[in-house]
C-alpha cells in the first residue's frame, strides 16, 4: 500500500511538473505572439508614412555593395548596413513601402513580354549556410509568385553529372517576362568544387571564363542578370545553426553536414573571393551583402532587385485595337 501511494504521489508530481513546463511554454508563447503582432503594427503604421511621406524610392544600394576591382571579402563587416542609416524597424518598414513597387515593376516586365518583348530578369543568390537565402524567397521574392520562376539547386543528380555544368542551369533560365531567382547556381562549380576538390584544379578553373560567357550570352537576349552574395560572419552562423537545434519546429531545417563545412570556413572565404575576382564583370557584377542582420538583408536585396527594375525603363505596352471602338462595342453588348 505504501509504495502504491508512492508511486501515485510520484505520477502527481510528475504531471503537476508537466504542466507548470507546459503552461510556462504557453505564456511564453503568448509574449512573443504579441510581441510579433505589435511590431507588425508598428511596421504597418510607418511604412503607411514613409509613403504619405513621400520617402520612396530609395536608392544607392547597387553602388555601395557592388564589388569593384579592389574589393576584399574580408573587410566587409557582415553586420552593418551599407546605403542604410536607419534601425531594424526602419529597415522593415522601407521594405513594406516598396512591396507595391516591386509589384508594379514586375507586372509591367510581365506585360511586355505580352507584346513580344524578350526581356527578363535574373537574381542569382550565393551564400554560405544559414545565410538568409530562404528568406529572401519568402519575403521579397513571394510578392508576386505568378512571374517568378524560382529554382533551388541542389547537388547534381546522375543525369545533370553527365552534362556539362551549365546544362542544368541554362534549362532553368527565366523565360520573356519573368523574373528568375537562383538559390544557389552555376557558381557552386567554382566554390563547392573548388573547397573539396570534386574535380580536378585544371578542370574548375577553366570555368570561371565560361561563365562569364555565358552570363555575356544571356544580357545579349535581354536578360538583366543580378549576382547577390548573401554575407553572413561565422559566429553569427553558430549561432543560427544552434538555435534550429534548440527548437523542436526548426530541427527539419538542421543538417548535421552544415557543422562539418564550418571546418573549411576560410577556404570558402578564399573561393568565394575568386569568384568576385574573376566574374564581377560589368554587364554583370556581384554585391555583396551584409547578413548578419536578416531585415538588412531582405531590404538590400529588394533594393536591388527594385533598381535593376527601374533601370529598364519598362512600359505598359500599348493597344493593338482601338480602345474607343471596343468601348462602343462592350457598352452595346
Not at 194 to 207: A, F, G, I, M, N
Not at 265 to 275: G, I, N, R, S, T
Request: charged letters at 30%; zero cysteines.
Amino acid at each position: 500500500m505504501g509504495k502504491g501511494k508512492s508511486d501515485d504521489k510520484g505520477k502527481a508530481d510528475a504531471k503537476a511538473r508537466k504542466g507548470d513546463a507546459s503552461g510556462a511554454r504557453t505564456d511564453a508563447d503568448a509574449l512573443e505572439s504579441k510581441k510579433k503582432a505589435d511590431e507588425e503594427r508598428a511596421v504597418a503604421d510607418l511604412a503607411d508614412q514613409f509613403v504619405t511621406d513621400g520617402l520612396h524610392p530609395m536608392g544607392g544600394f547597387a553602388d555601395a555593395l557592388r564589388v569593384d576591382k579592389d574589393f576584399a571579402l574580408a573587410d566587409l563587416d557582415p553586420s552593418s548596413t551599407p546605403a542604410f542609416d536607419g534601425d531594424k524597424l526602419a529597415g522593415k518598414a522601407a521594405m513594406a513601402s516598396a512591396e507595391e513597387e516591386l509589384t508594379d515593376l514586375l507586372e509591367r516586365l510581365w506585360a511586355e513580354s505580352t507584346a513580344g518583348s524578350k526581356r527578363a530578369l535574373l537574381l542569382v543568390v550565393q551564400g554560405m549556410d544559414t545565410s538568409g537565402k530562404g528568406g529572401i524567397m519568402r519575403h521579397v521574392i513571394s510578392v508576386n509568385p505568378q512571374g517568378v520562376r524560382a529554382t533551388a539547386f541542389k547537388a547534381p543528380t546522375e543525369e545533370e553529372l553527365a552534362h556539362d555544368f551549365l546544362w542544368r542551369i541554362e534549362k532553368a533560365v527565366p523565360g520573356p517576362g519573368q523574373l528568375g531567382v537562383f538559390d544557389r547556381s552555376h557558381y557552386e562549380d567554382v566554390l563547392i568544387v573548388r573547397v573539396h576538390e570534386l574535380v580536378p584544379q585544371d578542370v574548375w578553373s577553366k570555368r570561371y571564363a565560361r561563365i562569364n560567357a555565358f552570363e555575356r550570352e544571356l544580357a545579349a537576349g535581354g536578360t538583366k542578370v543580378v549576382k547577390v552574395m548573401t554575407h553572413i560572419s561565422k559566429e553569427e552562423q553558430k549561432s543560427r545553426l544552434m538555435r534550429r537545434l534548440e527548437r523542436p519546429d526548426k530541427f527539419y531545417k538542421f543538417n548535421p553536414g552544415d557543422v562539418d563545412e564550418r571546418s573549411h570556413w576560410l577556404e570558402y572565404m578564399e573561393a568565394y573571393q575568386a569568384v568576385f575576382d574573376k566574374t564581377s564583370t560589368v554587364g554583370a557584377p556581384w554585391h555583396v551583402v551584409p547578413a548578419d542582420r536578416k531585415w538588412y538583408a531582405r531590404l538590400a536585396v529588394q533594393q536591388l532587385l527594385l533598381e535593376a527594375l527601374r533601370e529598364m525603363d519598362l512600359q505598359w505596352p500599348e493597344a493593338d485595337f482601338d480602345v474607343e471602338t471596343e468601348k462602343k462595342r462592350l457598352a452595346a453588348s
